[in-house]
């Protein structure tokens, strides 16, 4: 009797194991997005600063942020009143940055508040952009906006998304 209660979970063992594989979650948060604007007049015009290939992260996201801007009627020019520069990097979710100003005191650095799992399909990575607009005239900075998503490695398809979040904050009065 012991042999033909085994019989049925030693069937089940396989697609038990398939099933759980196959429900494997895949790393992937949404973009977490930080802003201030200091200034309330109107960006209708701006110089977008590049200086890398189009093959590399910064490239990509440049040809992301001047969609952004051009679906929000901001043209573009190389002498416009505003000046945008902005920075991207890809990392190891388990590597936080924290931020510094001359006028803060240290601090413990930010713990990244994901960890990951023996059931996910990859090793997170953290994709952090910032954007920053300045007024030609002056230097001073009119408006920035910093965020972030998780997912797993070279998974850039919130790029895009997270481009249209960093604009937005910066563009909001």
Request: proline share 5%; glycine share 4%; charged share 20%.
């Amino acid at each position: 009797m012991m042999k033909q209660g085994k019989a049925p979970i030693m069937h089940m063992t396989p697609a038990l194991l398939a099933a759980l594989f196959a429900s494997a979650c895949a790393v992937s948060t949404p973009a977490i997005v930080t802003s201030a604007r200091s200034s309330t007049q109107p960006i209708a015009e701006i110089q977008l600063l590049n200086e890398s290939s189009a093959a590399s992260l910064r490239g990509r996201f440049h040809e992301e942020l001047t969609g952004k801007f051009a679906e929000r009627g901001i043209s573009f020019a190389p002498n416009a009143d505003f000046v945008a520069d902005f920075a991207v990097s890809q990392r190891k979710a388990d590597v936080g940055l924290q931020a510094v100003s001359d006028s803060e005191t240290a601090t413990q650095p930010n713990k990244p508040n994901f960890r990951s799992h023996w059931y996910h399909k990859c090793k997170p990575a953290r994709v952090s952009a910032s954007l920053v607009i300045y007024a030609r005239s002056s230097g001073a900075v009119q408006a920035k906006s910093s965020g972030e998503f998780l997912a797993c490695p070279d998974d850039l398809s919130q790029l895009d998304q997270l481009a249209g979040l960093l604009v937005d904050r910066a563009l909001a009065n």
